[in-house]
């Protein structure tokens, strides 16, 4: 069973920064595409960004686009999401999710695996 847990999340001032983190155990597929999906209050979950396994591929929603950074550590079974020039509107849970596989994936219904979530707060 392959287990997901966030970390990093926490409350900063817009135009500050925050890096979260996510680790994935478990499991036997040999390729992993690590996403990040984030659900403000009363919104859907939508889309951060993507990841394949080699990092060769990298997929971003056009809100963070520029300002938003995905990357991995296979061999610590990791993928981080610096987050620079923070608004306000960036605030909510943030949810990696991982699913087997060799491409990016936007779509939610793709990652079979979820964490629970950590909640950036963005003051103004």
């Known amino acids: 069973q392959v287990q997901v847990i966030e970390s990093g999340g926490g409350l900063v001032q817009a135009g500050g920064s925050l890096r979260l983190s996510c680790v994935h155990s478990g499991g036997t597929v040999r390729s992993y595409t690590m996403g990040w999906f984030r659900q403000a209050p009363g919104k859907e979950r939508e889309f951060v960004a993507s990841?394949?396994?080699?990092?060769?591929?990298?997929d971003y929603a056009d809100s963070v686009k520029g300002r938003f950074t995905i990357s991995r550590a296979n061999a610590k079974n990791r993928a981080y999401l610096q987050m620079n020039s923070l608004t306000p509107e960036d605030t909510a849970v943030y949810y990696c999710?991982?699913?087997?596989?060799?491409?990016?994936?936007?779509?939610?219904?793709?990652?079979?695996?979820w964490g629970q979530g950590t909640q950036v707060t963005v003051s103004s």
């Open positions: 999710a991982v699913v087997g596989g060799a491409y990016t994936y936007r779509e939610s219904r793709a990652y079979g695996y």
């Open positions: 990841i394949n396994l080699s990092g060769s591929s990298t």
